[in-house]
């Protein structure tokens, strides 16, 4: 049994470190470009209300993904889970900023990947700046802090005497001038452009989604968002210009992808579609032989988690997947099947306590609220802060002028389960769990039974419930941030 175990392995690393033959002889360097707090609002999706040249282009240059999804709607456990290709509810880095003061360390055979990639002689950086234009945030937001260090440098000059190279540049957030509102105007002048009159999204032209109230608030924040992505695609270009500049742009293989979804209300912190739903292009580089499915201008609908990109990005540099990674390769001649599910978990996010779980195939979403209480109108004093469709939402619900979808939308409470077809309603507002026609309740049983098997498969550590004494100062620090509401009484 021993050597037969030992034969099967030798040909699983040899299929796999063949996904890309070139990579014993040169390796491409490789450049994520990660957009915060985004969905699907480029042109190259449709979105009219952007200016996105820049990965418009690199859409055409390469291939676009319309079905990829985070594995947690919000981004410290998100980035937890895509920087090692493992489930943060497998690993223990599920809640929202978790582990960064104790001895915390990741279990056995889970790394950073750009530990894997730096063993395999990759020069690793997170860049910030290229020459004096701040291009990236440095950010890290990881649920592990003792690994040692995440990378090697942030100087994106050193980047071309030192190929191959992984390199990350993590957009300006898309959350723009939240937690200032007085610099709204210096912060929209400078990242949509040189002047005031770039904007394109205004609160008249816009069309916020239905489970908001119809309200110049609401107007006005989605304006504010879709005007944040023209300026993180601004600072995009600065990046893709240098590359050029430098003459590494042919030996560097682009993926750009969001870490989790929308800047809104309804959409990080949640697991519907406005919150998991994230893009990726993905650019080849000239110098290198393409995998098959790499065609330039191409569109991909295969279900993907981000979790994935992990896997590709190791494939790539000629790296074989870890025995344990959960993440899949979706590029090259040995690429693995395409997922019928993508899986993602939400549980406590700063001082608020939810746990839900959700399942998405090509067409439903599945989700499940194991939590008692309210859902959306649970409190959670940064997004009651920085988000004023929170404060107004409940402003009117008291006064009756909430009706449809966003009356729902405050209600709803758990626990309790919900089902869409995304198809004939992509705003989720339609909840099918209790349809008795065939169609739905097929599509209830065969998610719900895919979710139990997940949950189960990959040890799912959110039944176990975190010590009141870890939760309870998360309360304070949110506090001291931003102030809890008046009508909140504990």
């Known amino acids: 049994m021993h050597h037969r175990f030992t034969i099967i392995l030798v040909i699983a690393l040899t299929s796999l470190s063949g996904t890309f033959a070139h990579a014993a002889a040169r390796r491409p360097n490789i450049l994520w470009l990660v957009g915060e707090n985004l969905k699907l609002d480029l042109g190259c999706y449709g979105e009219k209300l952007v200016r996105t040249p820049n990965l418009d282009r690199l859409a055409a240059e390469g291939v676009r993904y319309t079905r990829v999804f985070s594995t947690n709607p919000a981004c410290a456990p998100s980035r937890s889970a895509f920087f090692t290709g493992m489930y ?3 690993t ?11 001895d915390f360390r990741l279990p056995p ?16 950086a997170n860049i910030k700046t290229i020459g004096e234009r701040s291009v990236g945030t440095g950010k890290l937001d990881l649920n592990f802090v003792n690994e040692g260090p995440i990378y090697e440098s942030d100087d994106w000059s050193a980047l071309k005497s030192r190929q191959p190279f992984f390199a990350v540049v993590n957009s300006h957030e898309n ?11 210096k ?22 989604p239905p489970y908001y109230p119809d309200h110049p608030v609401v107007r006005q924040e989605w304006a504010r968002y879709l005007n944040s992505v023209s300026g993180m695609d601004r600072r995009i270009g600065w990046v893709l210009e240098q590359l050029r500049k430098d003459g590494l ?15 809104e209300a309804r959409g990080i912190h949640w697991c519907y579609d406005s919150g998991l739903h994230v893009p990726m292009i993905v650019r080849w580089p000239k110098n290198f032989p393409a995998p098959p499915q790499i065609r330039p201008g191409a569109v991909n609908h295969d279900v993907i988690s981000l979790l994935d990109v992990t896997a590709t990005t190791l494939a790539v540099a000629g790296v074989p997947r870890p025995p344990l990674m959960q993440g899949r390769v979706f590029l090259g001649a040995q690429a693995d099947a395409p997922r019928a599910f993508a899986f993602s978990a939400r549980d406590r996010i700063d001082e608020t306590v939810q746990r839900i779980r959700s399942v998405r195939d090509a067409r439903w979403r599945y989700l499940r609220n194991f939590t008692p209480g309210p859902t959306f109108a649970s409190l959670n004093r940064y997004k009651e802060k920085c988000f004023p469709i929170m404060p107004l939402m409940r402003e009117l619900q ?4 909430l009706t449809g979808p966003p009356a729902d939308l405050m209600k709803l409470g758990g626990p309790g389960e919900e089902l869409y077809d995304i198809e004939s309603d992509p705003y989720e507002i339609r909840n099918l769990v209790s349809s008795p026609k065939p169609e739905h309740r097929e599509a209830l049983l065969r998610l719900r039974a895919a979710l139990d098997t997940w949950m189960v498969e990959t040890g799912d550590r959110g039944a176990i ?16 941030w931003f102030g809890t509401p008046a009508w909140f009484r504990p």
Do not use: C
């Open 109 to 124: 055979g889970v790394r950073p990947v750009t530990h894997r990639l730096r063993d395999a002689g990759y020069f690793t």
């Open 398 to 401: 008291p006064q009756g002028k």
């Open 187 to 208: 912060a929209r002048v400078e990242w949509v452009g040189e002047r005031e009159h770039e904007k394109i999204a205004t609160p008249e032209n816009v069309t916020p």
């Open 175 to 185: 959350e723009y001038d939240i937690y200032d509102r007085q610099s709204a105007k």
């Open 92 to 102: 223990d880095t599920h809640p929202m900023r978790s582990h960064r003061s104790d």
């Open 88 to 90: 943060q509810t497998t």
């Open 249 to 263: 742009e042919e030996d560097t293989v682009i993926l750009f992808f969001g870490d989790n979804g929308r800047l």
């Open 465 to 480: 419930p975190e010590p009141p004494e870890v939760i309870a100062p998360f309360a304070k620090e949110m506090h001291d």
